[in-house]
């Protein structure tokens, strides 16, 4: 074989070994491996290019930004969630709560302002008509469902998103309407999202194929603890890795909406279990990488 075509079939044979993996089991962990670390990474990928996201307006200029949807003469004053993204601050679970335990009330940041109307005046009109409004001072309308108790209307106008919906009904001749203005997602979100997902599923093929070959030269009790932690640890992570690719997904289908793609890792219940299961899977890497103890025979007397 010349010697020019002699480098690449060596690096080629070289990948195909450390990306080995056979029989039923072997593939499964692979596989699970490797779209856990895809999601995973996408998802730090995306969280990192949230961070090129704009501050929220002062508020006189949301005012100018929403002014047109905004009823006639209304005279309330905006209230701010000025974070990217957060717990909903209305929400009086303690801090340490939300950051062990996770929360389902995961929510973007935003300024808004908060109406109510007696059922005498209609809220789907009370909603279309603002849309409407909008539209005419150069919004573009990304959204519509004027169906049901809670009509709604979006509009998108350089980066920002204008979300108008009633808020149902606040007692028995009452309903809220709210009024919203927050950011669409960064360009740089979608960008390092891709790098993650393309980046992660050959690392974690990568490291299941490396923790693989190991196990088979470890002491069986050893490499059965290897599996569990890793196996189980899988499993533990599976909902979160789910629900946040469920997100990744969202957030490309409709890139002007603010999803976070790191969504299943911070929800209720499935934060404790990624932090158990990604414990757990350190491990297992630690435990199979560690040197198996050579025995030395005794020199003969």
Same mark, same amino acid.
């Given at each position: 074989m010349p010697q020019t075509m002699k480098a690449p079939? #060596?690096?080629?044979?070289?990948?195909?070994y450390r990306f080995r993996v056979w029989g039923a089991l072997g593939v499964t962990l692979a596989v699970s491996a490797a779209v856990t670390a895809a999601v995973a990474l996408g998802a730090f990928g995306n969280f990192l290019g949230w961070r090129s996201a704009p501050p929220l307006p002062r508020d006189v200029e949301v005012r100018?930004?929403?002014?047109?949807a905004l009823p006639p003469g209304a005279p309330v004053e905006p209230q701010r969630w000025d974070f990217t993204f957060d717990q909903n601050p209305e929400y009086l679970d303690p801090r340490w709560f939300y950051l062990l335990g996770g929360t389902d009330e995961y929510r973007a940041g935003k300024v808004f302002f908060q109406f109510t109307y007696s059922d005498d005046q209609p809220r789907r009109d009370m909603v279309e008509a603002a849309g409407r409004r909008m539209q005419e001072a150069?919004?573009?309308?990304?959204?519509?469902?004027?169906?049901?108790?809670?009509?709604?209307?979006? @509009?998108?106008?350089?980066?920002?998103?204008?979300?108008?919906f009633s808020e149902g009904d606040l007692d028995e001749s009452h309903y809220g309407l709210q009024v919203a203005l927050t950011r669409t997602t960064p360009a740089d979100a979608l960008s390092l999202t891709g790098v993650g997902l393309v980046v992660g599923g050959p690392a974690g093929w990568l490291l299941a194929a490396y923790?693989?070959?190991? @196990?088979?030269?470890?002491?069986?009790?050893r490499?059965?603890?290897? @599996?569990?932690?890793?196996?189980?640890?899988?499993?533990?992570? #599976?909902?979160?890795?789910l629900l946040s690719g469920a997100a990744i997904l969202t957030a490309y289908l409709d890139p002007t909406g603010p999803t976070p793609g790191w969504l299943g890792y911070t929800f209720f219940g499935l934060r404790p279990l990624a932090y158990l299961g990604?414990?757990?899977?350190?491990?297992? #890497?630690?435990?199979?990488?560690?040197?198996? @103890?050579?025995?030395r025979r005794p020199l003969a007397g």
């Open positions: 079939s #060596l690096l080629l044979g070289a990948i195909q100018q930004l929403v002014g047109r150069g919004w573009k309308l990304r959204s519509s469902d004027l169906s049901g108790c809670c009509p709604e209307v979006a @509009a998108i106008k350089e980066g920002w998103l204008v979300e108008i923790v693989f070959q190991r @196990a088979h030269r470890l002491h069986p009790g490499r059965k603890v290897v @599996a569990l932690l890793c196996g189980g640890g899988l499993l533990a992570v #599976l909902p979160a890795t990604g414990i757990a899977v350190v491990l297992g #890497l630690l435990l199979a990488a560690v040197p198996r @103890a050579v025995r």
